[in-house]
C-alpha cells in the first residue's frame, strides 16, 4: 500500500511539473507578435518623426501646389534616410526631398529598415 501511495505522488508530481512547464512555454511572447508589434511601434514612431519634420510648404514656388508624394526611404547605418524612390509633382518631391535630408534616427533598431511614407498636401 505504501509503495502505491508513493508511486501516486510521484506520478502526480511529475503530472503537475509537465502542466508547469507547458503553462511556462505557452506563456513566453511569441516571436512573430513581438516582431509584427515592433514593426507597427517602429512604423508609428517613423510616421511621427516625418510628419513633425515635413510639414505643408510655405516657400512661394511649392505652397501653391497640391498634391500628393509618396517616397520609399531606408534608414541608413548612420541614422540618415536614404530616399529610394519618389513620386509626386516635381515641386512637392523636391520640397519633400530637402526635407527628408535633414532628418536622423537615434534608434538602432531602425537602421535597414525600408517604409513608405505618404505626403498629402492637398486641402
Known amino acids: 500500500m505504501q509503495y502505491l501511495k508513493t508511486k501516486t505522488t510521484r506520478i502526480i ?11 511556462m512555454v505557452t506563456a513566453t511572447t511569441n516571436p512573430a507578435a513581438e516582431n509584427f508589434r515592433l514593426a507597427n511601434f517602429q512604423k508609428q514612431q517613423l510616421k511621427q518623426v516625418l510628419d513633425r519634420a515635413v510639414d505643408y510648404p510655405k516657400q512661394a514656388d511649392v505652397s501653391n501646389e497640391a498634391g500628393l508624394v509618396k517616397a520609399e526611404v531606408r534608414i541608413t547605418n548612420d541614422g540618415s534616410l536614404e530616399i529610394i524612390a519618389i513620386n509626386g509633382h516635381p515641386a512637392l518631391t523636391a520640397y519633400v ?21 505618404k505626403f498629402d498636401f492637398r486641402n
Open 97 to 117: 526631398q530637402a526635407q527628408l535630408a535633414n532628418i536622423s534616427f537615434a534608434d538602432y533598431r531602425l537602421i535597414g529598415k525600408s517604409f513608405i511614407a
Open 13 to 23: 508530481m511529475i503530472l503537475a511539473i509537465m502542466a508547469l512547464s507547458t503553462t
